[in-house]
């Protein structure tokens, strides 16, 4: 499995000893692609973006941001299968008022 971001969606693999490709991490999620299965040839799953909460008391009007893009899928290895893709990032915003 991929690391989860704060907000989850880490791509997983499932199957039963058998070769299977990683999946995708959900997007928007900043998690981890999910490795492969299959014997000697697995890999691990990738890692998460980080998360921060910020609290500003005097906003401006406008403000430069960037979003991370998602993680390329690891190459296939020597079972044939590649790793899941990496989720994008995200920014999220909230408003509270004090009355």
């Given at each position: 499995m991929g690391g989860n971001s704060?907000?989850?969606?880490a791509g997983t693999?499932?199957?039963n000893g058998s070769s299977v490709a990683?999946?995708?991490?959900?997007?928007n999620s900043g998690s981890?692609?999910?490795g492969t299965t299959g014997g000697a040839s697995s890999s691990n799953g990738g890692a998460a973006g980080g998360c921060a909460q910020v609290i500003i008391d005097a906003p401006l009007a406008t403000y430069a941001y960037a979003v991370g893009a998602a993680g390329t899928a690891g190459t296939a290895?020597?079972?044939?299968?590649?790793?899941?893709a990496?989720?994008?990032g995200?920014?999220?915003?909230?408003e509270h008022y004090n009355f």
């Open positions: 704060c907000v989850g969606g693999t499932s199957g990683g999946g995708s991490a959900a997007t981890g692609g999910g290895g020597s079972g044939g299968q590649t790793g899941g990496g989720g994008s995200s920014i999220s915003v909230e």
